[in-house]
């Protein structure tokens, strides 16, 4: 079966995405590791231009193709809003951000990230290996890994309980399971995610729970 010029563009595309959001994770992973001290450093800005530009191409081709383009827009204007590069825009108009603000705005393409996982769920689900599954683990892991980048971010490790991203990633993970950790933020982004993180694990939680579930009440019906 012959795959069109259209299909072969958005699926191109969309493959296209995945890959630069894993580097685009990369990137932000050794932004924060490495500590370029009060602003982001020129490779990762042209990193995060290249892949929002990418971001960008897939989403007006999408419109193009799409049958009901104003449709369209209104159920896609979070991605597009995520893949503006606003970090490279408002350094163009030569407001300088703190560096607290700059990572945050960094944050909006990471969410096209998750986006992108969709696509690589759809593709295991078509292998027959359970997507809720693999949405939780991939969701779970994700998020506790970039809780952890943003608090040692900010706590920074001369805070004296936080030695090494290794704590701050122990951190993330205790607090996400709810069992809490030793480690106390001092600074007001710190204290947030600590309430949010016990949060987002009681949401988590369950979804596993009824994974499990759902996988007894298949082996009873057979």
């Known amino acids: 079966?012959?795959?069109?010029?259209?299909?072969?563009?958005?699926?191109?595309?969309?493959?296209?995405?995945?890959?630069?959001?894993?580097?685009?994770l990369i990137a932000f992973?050794?932004?924060?590791?490495?500590?370029?001290?009060?602003?982001?450093s020129p490779m990762y800005l042209d990193v995060q231009l290249a892949v929002c530009l990418l971001f960008l191409l897939d989403y007006l081709l999408n419109l193009c193709f799409s049958h009901h383009p104003w449709r369209y827009v209104r159920q896609n204007w979070l991605y597009l809003l995520c893949s503006i590069p606003w970090l490279n825009l408002i350094g163009r108009s030569g407001v300088v951000l703190p560096r607290g603000w700059s990572m945050g705005v960094s944050l909006l393409p990471i969410a096209v990230i998750v986006m992108a996982v969709y696509i690589l769920l759809e593709w295991i689900d078509h292998r027959r290996i359970h997507r809720l599954f693999f949405t939780y683990l991939v969701g779970t892991l994700?998020?506790?890994?970039?809780?952890?980048?943003?608090?040692?971010?900010?706590?920074?490790?001369?805070?004296?309980?936080?030695?090494?991203?290794?704590?701050?990633?122990?951190?993330?993970?205790?607090?996400?399971?709810?069992?809490?950790?030793?480690?106390?933020?001092?600074?007001?982004?710190?204290?947030?995610?600590?309430?949010m993180l016990p949060m987002a694990g009681?949401?988590?939680?369950?979804?596993?729970?009824t994974y499990i579930m759902e996988q007894y009440k298949k082996r009873d019906a057979q």
Request: proline residues 3%.
């Open 202 to 209: 009681m949401l988590f939680l369950p979804i596993f729970t």
């Open 29 to 40: 992973s050794w932004e924060i590791l490495e500590g370029h001290g009060g602003c982001l």
């Open 142 to 195: 994700l998020f506790t890994y970039l809780a952890a980048l943003i608090f040692y971010d900010f706590e920074g490790p001369g805070s004296g309980q936080l030695g090494n991203f290794g704590d701050a990633l122990w951190w993330a993970g205790a607090n996400l399971s709810t069992a809490g950790s030793s480690i106390l933020p001092t600074t007001a982004v710190g204290k947030v995610l600590s309430v």
């Open 1 to 24: 079966m012959e795959i069109s010029l259209r299909d072969w563009l958005i699926r191109t595309v969309h493959w296209l995405r995945v890959v630069a959001g894993v580097v685009l």
